[in-house]
DNA sequence: ATTTAATAGTTACGTTTAGTAACCACTTTA
DNA sequence: TAAAGTGGTTACTAAACGTAACTATTAAAT
């Protein structure tokens, strides 16, 4: 009836990455700092998403807002030492999708 | 404008890992096969939604569902080869999880 | 013999979340 | 001065999720 197995931290962890388009922000992030249109471009998330996304990792404390610049104003995302360490993970699942997820892409209707 | 970057593959993995609870049924899985009430009562998921899972995890070729026994007709559901390879990505989370998750479970309302 | 419980789901419905599109304020470039 | 880029917000629609109730089958309990 009621629940009684499963690590707290690893549900957590779970609903992380589970939370539509975290792991791909995170992913983008790998490569090092980047602005906000560069991840909708390179994701093909929508502004709003990634604007409440990108809050909901910083208060999370994985993603870190910074603004550079004073005219133009350079406002940078990059990952904190908690999100770096999601590399490995990651890493995995992408060596998993080269071996196992085979390229046709949705057979076209 | 548009989208070059990002390996299919990966997008596909990550989308497979995104849905929800799919990353819990694959973690309950890789114990060995279960019991469909079982994987209700383990991660704490609705009827609906575990038999919905079970059905595209199926189709993914991930998860693989058996009948055994004549009179009581057990279901069983395990995991694949495929299904069973994703054990990595969660150990590493799981890793993570225990690195960078604090136990503080929603400050209690 | 009939009720109760367990298994393996399905159906109906309401709420949340995600997606689309338009817009805004500011700055720079043409 | 108009157009384009950046970093978002607001409003609306569509899809996903959660809850609860229900079904069919079998088995055990009363």
Do not use: H
């Amino acid at each position: 009836m009621n629940r009684t197995e499963l690590c707290p931290r690893f549900e957590q962890a779970v609903s992380l990455l589970s939370r539509r388009w975290n792991a791909l922000i995170i992913y983008s992030l790998l490569d090092g700092p980047s602005r906000f249109c560069e991840v909708t471009e390179t994701i093909g998330i929508s502004n709003r998403l990634l604007s409440e996304r990108l809050k909901e990792l910083e208060t999370d404390g994985i993603v870190s807002r910074t603004v550079s610049g004073d005219s133009p104003v350079r406002i940078q995302y990059s990952l904190t030492e908690k999100g770096m360490a999601l590399l490995p993970v990651l890493q995995e699942l992408e060596s998993w999708a080269t071996k196992w997820v085979d390229p046709a892409p949705e057979p076209a209707e």
